[in-house]
């Protein structure tokens, strides 16, 4: 008798799992085709429902605003079954999504901290998608989630996060490249700035981001542009200087700043340069060789990953190219308005020239003539006088076209030492200089020493040989005042303009020198009315390093 043994496998299952397997694949290539976040979120929720059967699901994703994690895509029948959809903050999902971690619950509500205590769902699968939020899966069943729905539902999520990953990616280097060309478009220091620390809240995903300035004279590194979640950290600080005893934080940013080198703190309370109770814990600084710090941070430690450097990178190398622009760009206009102001200038000489000469030669051929008619010599001193007038013209004119060049060399200079050296080579009779205040400032000292030759000599021509002339400081500059009788206020817009004079024997130059001065300083002019009466020249906006009074 012959016999025959079957054996039967039952591989439903297998072909079922393989099923789902290859069609999760086919899903996967709509994933990487999305082109938003919102996109990636409805397909990652669709394939759960359509192809692992996840008839109850949801992705929610992580709000900052909203403080916790928001639905963005959920399936039909959670819709139906849901009577609102809620944004959890505590609760078995988020601490799925807080710890990174798959949790599978075959009753949910055996769970310590479940949200929602009367909720009729029993199953539960939480997938974590890094980041940007979780998958929820439920089911009103026990135990309706097995180690296959467990696989494949973590394989979903892991492409899920892939394709949120390239989504933001790809967001964040198209505003990369948006901010970057806006940072080429920029007409100041300040915008440039503010754009650059405003694009790390978008691009890098930080709130306490800023850009800290050199102070050369100071050698302290002032915060320039902040946003006012690290103003708030740093409230305390007004500036970091140089070789602060004791002042870990200010002696760590002045490292990095002279190293040159980009640095990156992966956890502020280890590292041994740093106070360990900062709560600032990561942070990427990129120094600008002579502008400053760029500085982006963060609370958690290890918060920014490789592509957040190459990004931060990039930001601030196109930052420096853009200041050195903007300097480059703000010269040239400077160079040109005051180039635009010589020519007027030179155009206004050649006019005053040609009338004021006009008058002495008229004066030396008479003289001449009569000399020649009469042979009378004492038309002589007449013929002199005028020559002595056209003389006097010409070296102001020449003067006056010298000072109104750019200045290319200044240093620290004293105002009490520069005034006491200008009144020692004048001749000033009994005239008497007071030096109430000294200060230094930056700037051309022979230009300076004209400027103050010119205003002495200026006044002891009109307020007389016995006037008192004072000089003292103002908040940012200086005066030079006197006792004589003052201007007239309807004068007083005019005692600058060329040939402008009050006397016979005046040029009409030594104030239109004294404005050009100032000008190529970039110093405001002014006139106003000394405690005497008499006339004081006011000289404001300089660089002023140091202020003292003397006795």
Known sequence: MESVVCSLTDITDRHRRERRLEKLHEATRDLYDAKTKQEVAQITSDTADAILDFELNGVHFYDEQAGGLKPVAVSDRTQRVTDELVTFNHGIAWEAFQSGEIRQYDDIHTADNIYNPESEFRSGLYLPLGEYGILLANSTQRGDFDDSDVSLGQLLAENAKSALDRVERERRLALLQERTSA???????????????????????????????????????????????????????????????????????WDVYDSGTPEYVGDASDHPALPSDISVRSALLYPLESYGLLVFAAKAPDAFDRTDKRFGW????????????????????????????????????AQTVTHDLRNPLQVLRGTLDGVRKTTDVNHLDRGYRALDRMETLIDDVLMLAQEGQLIDDTEMVSLASLADDCWDVLETADAELMINDDMEFEADSGRVRQLLENLFANAVTHAGTDVTVTVGTLTNGFFVSDDGPGIDPVERDQIFTDGYTSTRSG????????????????WDATIAESPSGGAQIEFTGLDVASTQTDS
């Open 183 to 253: 940072l080429m478009q920029t007409t100041t220091a300040d915008k440039t700035v503010d754009l650059t620390v405003g694009a790390a809240a978008e691009i890098l995903g930080t709130n306490l981001s800023g850009f800290i300035q050199e102070d050369e004279r100071e050698e302290v590194l002032r915060p320039l542009s902040t946003t006012d979640a690290l103003a708030a950290e740093f409230s305390t600080y007004e500036g970091f200087e140089y070789g602060a005893d004791g002042d870990l934080i200010s002696t760590f940013l």
């Open 314 to 349: 990039i930001l601030a190398s196109t930052l420096e190219t853009a200041l050195e622009r903007v300097d480059r760009e703000r010269l040239l206009r400077d160079q040109t308005q005051k180039l635009t102001r010589q020519n007027q200038q030179l155009e206004e000489f």
């Open 507 to 522: 040029t009409g130059f030594g104030l239109s020198i004294v404005k050009q001065i100032a000008d190529a300083h970039d």
